[in-house]
């Protein structure tokens, strides 16, 4: 369970964050939905212990995030920021692998290879296994990254726009997978989310942020609605019921 | 991190192979130049004076060449990551260059008589002016990555100012200059012994590689995998200041092989410390023993300093690396 617990943060003068507090139940997929500037990335990293919290707690399981020793949290908790860039030349291969050093400190045993070869295959990336990461264009760079964070194999993965760059293809198997890995295996999955209708087809809650808080947490089906997505977006949208899926339409 | 499959293995082992093949022949050669005539059948014929050269002179300076060449190759790898800028190193983050006026303290103002004393005055030298060099570095608007080490230069380039008007004051620019001209021919048994040293700060950057490439990827990447990146970050400035300083120390300044070697092994064969290192230490030990033999042949019997050579070479190196990144990224 993560509990985010009267959460404050401030950049300079404007408050990004103002006293935010929720619970995600463990299992299932969350998506944090909201217009840019609303919080949702900051309140992914102060999570995921990549950013400080100015005032409040957030725990994982019983753990202080900002407390626990960083090497016991990566066994359980794993995240992605949006934007990966490095200069760094590693081959994919490498990069996925460095995702099982959590638990092999840098000695990978057959079940850490297993978990590198098959995180580089379900994610096509076979074919650029051993070609370094700048020679890649952004899509092929974001699934390594998202392949390396889901080697990690942890209880929770945070992922920060992690359909960044992806052609619509491969966009749809990464949400497959994440839903996949979260019924199969009991993870949670949290995801920031840009595009309303894939949060709206592959999660089982949503939280929508704006303005620094928490407009609404609930069942998917329950928050889909134009009212609440107007209010989030400051934009109308309307909502049908495509497939038996809420799709929000909203392009003219 | 090795992903264990056995054609990257084969790939690390070949260039590991090539590396020695290249070295070892060339340090064998390297015991039998110089001023004073020795040849392999001398010692075989039980030569004493052959064998007292050998021993005295000519191995202890090899010896030097190699730990130097390997420790600063290392150096300069462990740094371009730490600092995640491949031009970063410490010929170009004025971290020598504080070396140097740290020995400089360490002799005029604190008297120091052992090269230990020196050696731990040039360390903390070297780590506040990297250190001060990355504070700059943080409040640098523009901080492209030709410019940096275009501040860093500078940097060094005032530290050295002021110690050589220390110098100048003090009369001191005779040793001054043995400190900033790295050069081998004073290494004799005895004077050179600091430097293994640096094999051991090599060994602790091996152990240390997986987390130094974590860190090399970013800090939310380090952070994610439960690597304590601020620490890995600090350890790796520690490792570098101290081979800087023992290498100032007891043979002087050799330019440039803290960046062109990293960056031409790694141009080849990747960033992964794990893989990478050892080859860059060996490149590292063949640059400076080629150098010094360039050095000692071109104008027998008389010799050029290894930091001259290493300065033409490395900085004509270093100018094509600098265009190189430029056509990459233009």
Partial sequence: MIEVRNVTKTYGSTKVLDDVS?????????????????????????????????????????????????????KRLAVLRQENHTSIRLSVRELVAFGRFPHSRGR?????????????????LEEFADRQLDQLSGGQRQRAHVAAVLCQD????????????????????????????????????????????????????VIAMRDGGVVAQGPTAELMTPELLSTVFDLDIAVHDIGGNRIGVYYS | MSTGTGRRREVRGRHLVLAVLLLVPAAFASLFVGAGELSPLDLLNGDSDAALLLVESRLPRLLAILLAGTAMGVAG????????????????????????????????????????????VALGFALIGTLFFLWVLRRLTFADVVVVPLVGIMLGGVITAVTTFFAYRADLLQSLS??????????????????????????GCYLYANRFTVAGVGRDFAVNLGVHYDRVVNLGLLLVSATTAAVVVTVGN????????????????????????PVTALVGAAFVLACDVVGRVVRHPYEIPVETVAGVVGSIVF??????VRRVAG
């Fill in chain 2, 254 to 277: 050799i330019p440039f092989i803290g960046l062109v070697v990293p960056n031409l092994v790694t141009l080849v064969l990747g960033d992964n410390l794990r893989r990478v290192l």
């Fill in chain 1, 108 to 124: 990978l045993n057959a079940t850490d290879l297993a978990a590198v070869d098959e995180a580089i295959a379900y994610f096509e």
């Fill in chain 2, 319 to 324: 100018i094509l690396l600098v265009l190189r």
């Fill in chain 1, 154 to 205: 942890t209880d929770y993965v945070l992922l920060d726009e992690p359909l960044n760059n992806l052609d619509m293809r491969h966009s749809v198997q990464m949400m497959r997978r994440l839903r996949r890995m979260a019924r199969d295996f009991a993870k949670t999955v949290v995801l920031v989310v840009h595009d309303i209708n894939f949060a709206s087809c592959h999660s089982d809650e």
């Fill in chain 1, 22 to 74: 929720l619970t995600i139940a463990p299992g299932g997929v969350t998506s944090i939905i909201g217009a840019n500037g609303a919080g949702k990335s900051t309140l992914l990293s102060i999570i995921g212990r990549l950013l400080p919290a100015d005032s409040g707690r957030v725990t994982v399981d019983g753990l202080d995030v900002a407390t626990t020793p960083g090497a016991t949290l990566a």
């Fill in chain 2, 178 to 203: 043995a400190w900033t001209n790295g050069d081998f021919s004073s290494v004799l048994r005895g004077r050179y012994e600091l430097l293994w040293l640096t094999a051991a700060v090599t060994v």
């Fill in chain 2, 77 to 120: 790898l462990v740094m371009m990551h730490i600092t995640r800028n491949r031009f970063v190193t410490p010929s170009t983050a004025g971290t020598t260059e504080s070396a140097v006026l740290g020995v400089f303290v360490a002799t005029a103002f604190l008297g120091a008589e052992s090269v230990m004393v020196k050696m731990v």
